[in-house]
């Protein structure tokens, strides 16, 4: 899967809403240059069968997925590396890139999973990522149990963090009763994002 | 254009090695350190951190600065008593246990190390005994935590409850997305930093300078 990062969506995400200097600009592509080799995206989602000891995300739906999807362990490698190497400002740009591209990557599995959900007659579903909305951390263990024969690459730490960090799990729910839809309003950056345009 | 003020304008403008090389200048024309220090680097980065709060700077250019007037504070160490290097402040950070996110406490790291303080870097999933024995260890001044979810931000109470039971003296600064003032005042941690620059400012400002 290859997926691109925009130069200027890589800008805003920094912070810059008008183009920097020439300095940045040559950085910052030439950051976005190294991404082909320091990103490999994988993907996988799981219907879920069970009715049993399900988390209560997904109680009472009538189609249930779990999925998960990382980055690979090397572009965090080359920001360490760069931290290392005392290039702060490059290792916080291309770690900005790489938190781009697992955003799209979750963006684009949850597509398949809205995919194969159209083909089985349901339209409108809901995901949630555990440590939001009331889903607790530790729920992390059944998404990755459920998922354990995919060989995502994906290990979790005993806080139920993932490592590779640029990874990311949910969990989706269609058919039956939907509660809650997402809201920036919550969030503690509401005021100051700069990705709200 | 006067040296000091070359300097001062090579860290605005984040250029690493041209601040280093106007420091050595400055040395070899036997400027006075503290000037150097006072009017060059660290007025240059106090301007850096209000135009960063200001929304005029973004973080890369600060780090740019930050490293420049950390590169020409190497050159000028040598040149400080011990005295001198103490006063600056000691602080321990790290990423508050069970959360391994570390780039916004790397950014804080960075720019506390560009000010001239003295930094011990922690990592991440720091338990909370370990950061009050390091900080007891190296007498620092100030410990500062970073968390990235509600779900380990709980562990920063458990530093206060640990500086309040042993009556320590360090001031506590917290930081993070899901961190805020109120979060801040009912743990009874010294100050929020709302972000990098602020963070500094804080810093700065319970330590008096």
Redesign the interface.
Known sequence: MNIQVHREDLLKQIGYKEPPQPKLLKIVDEILGLMEDLVEPTQAFKEIQDEKDLPPFLMGAALKYSGAATLGPKLENRVKDLFDEGKPAEAYILDTAGSIVITKAGNILWGEIKQDAAAKGFKQGLRRTPGCQGIDLETQQWIFGKLADLDLGIKLTTSYMMFPRKSLSFLARFGGRLKGTFSCKGCPQYTDCTLRG | MDIIKEIYEAVMEGKVDEASSRVQQALDSKVEVNEILNKGLIAAMDVVGEKFGE?EL????V??S??AMQGGMNLLKPNFSSKDLAEKGTVVIGTA?????D?GK??VA?MLEGSGFKVADLGV?VTPERFVEKAVEIKADVIAMSAL????MQSMGEVMSLIQAKKLPFKVIIGG????QAFCQEIGADAYGMDAADGLRKVKGFLGR
């Open positions: 929304g973004f973080i890369p250019q780090l740019w930050a490293k246990k069970g959360d391994i996110h780039i790397n950014l960075i999933d979810l509600t779900t380990t997305a899901p961190v805020d």
